[in-house]
């Protein structure tokens, strides 16, 4: 970790200490409040709960802090996506989408901004700077991409989109302000599905959009307020909660997943392992020049479909899950979930159990299901 981010984590959790009075509470209070109190000229106070919260403000506060740029909230990674676009993008204009990323950002192309004349085109992650990006309002990338774990230059993409007048919005979500800086790199704007690794308890949906552009971040507050996309203050509680231990868990599960990445790539059971912390990963030597840590995600093969769910759901420290990025281990065997992956490729999400253990539980199951 760099010295700024140790900086950053440990002045995180101090961040409302600038402004007690003797006897506030040193934990961020939850306000559940749709109304508040606003005589006369309220400008510049919380008056009701579609415009803002106090709880809302604190989480933005420290994912702020984190990001180095303002952040605007969201009820899911989804809503700040859909977000980002509907602020910036109108009919006629064209984007460009990953081919190989998250599915569902693709299909809220397809299912709602094509019917608004908002065309789109879908381009692989590790060939992302293939046939440049003329003609193109916003291009989105997804780096390291969800499932595959492919990576794309975002220092070189963000100059190539600049240079044609368009905006680069990178998804996030996979390595948090701690693993990688889009920013930064010259990104636009981040978004990010804080329900994942961010709140790191698998307890809540959330989801924030970060920029350093005040017009950008106007245009996504004001679509958030006018279309109602708003976070609930609990949800905002529980994240600003999980914001705290993100340092000490995003190191856990980043560097147990190093660990377990080359046990794997010596399993007979296993082909096709993809971790850009590896040195023979294809993605390795650009992980290394643009990202801080490699994540704490896997992606591999097993010889089938049954083998592949014989060994998620029958191993001891595994949750067969959809999400990932909470204290516990999870996999997913991702063509069941449309992904155009083979039948036995699995994702494997590694949590914060104690790495020996973990391991040995993993190592059990692919001995068991044999090569």
């Known amino acids: 970790m760099s010295d700024t981010a140790k900086s950053r984590a440990a002045t995180l959790t101090h961040l409302r200490s600038a402004g007690f009075a003797k006897g506030d509470p040193i934990p961020l209070p939850l306000t559940m409040a749709s109304i508040f109190h606003a005589p006369g000229d309220a400008t510049g106070f919380d008056q009701y709960g579609r415009f803002s919260n106090p709880t809302w403000h604190a989480v933005e506060h420290a994912l702020g802090h984190l990001e180095d740029a303002q952040c605007v909230a969201f009820p899911s990674g989804m809503a700040a996506i859909s977000a980002a676009f509907f602020a910036l993008v109108k009919s006629g204009d064209r984007i460009l989408l990953p081919s190989d990323g998250y599915h569902t950002t693709r299909a809220l192309a397809e299912r709602f901004l094509k019917p608004l004349d908002v065309a789109y085109d879908v381009r692989p992650t590790a060939s992302m700077l293939d046939g440049g990006f003329a003609g193109y309002r916003a291009v989105f990338v997804e780096s390291p991409s969800n499932p ?101 868990r995003f190191d856990r599960m980043c560097s147990s997943a190093e660990t377990i990445a080359r046990r794997l ?107």
């Open 148 to 248: 595959r774990l492919d990576i794309c230059d975002i220092t070189a993409v963000a100059k190539a989109v600049h240079a044609q007048g368009g905006v680069l919005i990178v998804d996030n979500t996979t390595m948090t302000p701690f693993g990688q800086r889009p920013l930064d790199l010259g990104a636009d704007i981040v978004v990010s599905a804080d329900t994942k690794a961010i709140n790191g308890h698998s307890d809540v949906l959330f989801g924030h959009v970060a920029s350093r552009d005040p017009d950008i971040v106007a245009r996504v507050k004001d679509w958030r307020e006018t279309a109602g996309g708003i976070p609930g203050p609990f949800e905002a509680w529980l994240v600003h909660r999980g914001l705290e231990t993100l340092e000490v």
């Open 265 to 371: 790539k010596d399993h007979r059971a296993v082909s096709g392992l993809r971790f850009p912390g590896l040195e023979g990963d294809a993605s390795h030597n650009l992980a290394r020049a643009q990202m801080e840590r490699f994540g704490f995600l896997i992606s591999f093969e097993l010889a089938s479909e049954d083998k592949a769910e014989d060994f998620i759901n029958n191993c001891g420290l595994i949750e067969a899950a959809t999400s990932f990025g909470g204290v516990h281990t999870s996999a997913e065997r991702r063509s069941k979930r449309g992904d155009a992956v083979p039948p036995g490729f699995v994702r494997l999400a590694i949590g914060c159990e104690p790495v020996e253990e973990l391991w040995q539980a993993i190592e059990a199951s692919l001995d068991r299901i044999g090569a």
